[in-house]
């Protein structure tokens, strides 16, 4: 199964970039890595799927290092808003789908 | 608006119950997830169907049951309640049938049992 594993928590300023790291170590050959952001009581929202090297649209960038064992989530100048649970989510196609959300990251954004 | 339509948004229910949950996709969206969220779980993946069939399945309990209908809606049943099972549960839908495809999340349906 393909783990991930992320940091619990972050802080963050106003105006910073910000970095999310997720291990992925088992990942499989055909696996996309996906980030959501949650905001609390609601579903999660779709950021960016990526399946090697960098992603940019218009809110985050994804990089994933040609091993594709960890992948990183940057948020350029985060604002309040982006206070978020993140998660980064790996495709386990081995096991027929089934889908491992990571713990999450609480990102915590401060004026 | 993610375009997946989820009832009810709350319910409220007794040890031992029964109860059905219902989820509505995005238009042209064939594959339909459930994700049971708790506390001290984090966000649990269930099951997934595709186009009417099951398509994966994950840490569902057998007193839990899903299907898909003709229509692409999707119910989630769960028996035999017990206090454990309060969470947020969530819809999500997608185009096809590769766990790989973005999907989007409904607003969940909050299940409190007392």
């Known amino acids: 199964l393909a783990k991930t594993t992320q940091p619990i928590s972050m802080d963050s300023y106003e105006g910073q970039e910000v970095n999310i790291t997720c291990s992925h170590n088992n990942i499989a050959t055909n696996d996309y890595i996906t980030w959501y952001q949650q905001f609390p009581s609601q579903g999660p929202r779709f950021i960016i799927q990526?399946?090697?090297t960098k992603v940019t649209n218009e809110v985050a960038s994804l990089f994933i290092p040609a091993d594709r064992k960890s992948s990183t989530l940057s948020l350029p100048r985060v604002s309040l808003s982006d206070t978020a649970v993140y998660y980064c989510l790996v495709g386990d196609t081995d096991q027929g789908g089934k889908l491992i959300f990571g713990q999450g990251t609480e990102l915590s954004v401060k004026p | 608006d993610s375009g997946v339509t989820q009832t009810p948004k709350h319910l409220i229910t007794a040890t031992g119950q029964r109860v059905t949950l219902r989820c509505s996709p995005r238009?042209?969206?064939?594959?339909v997830y459930w994700y049971q969220q708790s506390l001290d779980q984090g966000l649990q993946f269930l099951i997934q169907y595709y186009n009417g069939e099951e398509r994966a399945k994950g840490n569902i309990l057998e007193r839990f049951s899903a299907q898909q209908f003709p229509d692409l809606h999707s119910e989630l049943n769960l028996s035999s309640l017990e206090l454990g099972d309060s969470a947020l549960y969530f819809c999500a839908s997608s185009v096809g049938g590769m766990g790989n495809q973005p999907q989007h999340f409904g607003d969940g349906t909050r299940l409190s049992i007392l």
């Open positions: 990526g399946y090697k």
């Open positions: 238009s042209g969206d064939l594959s």
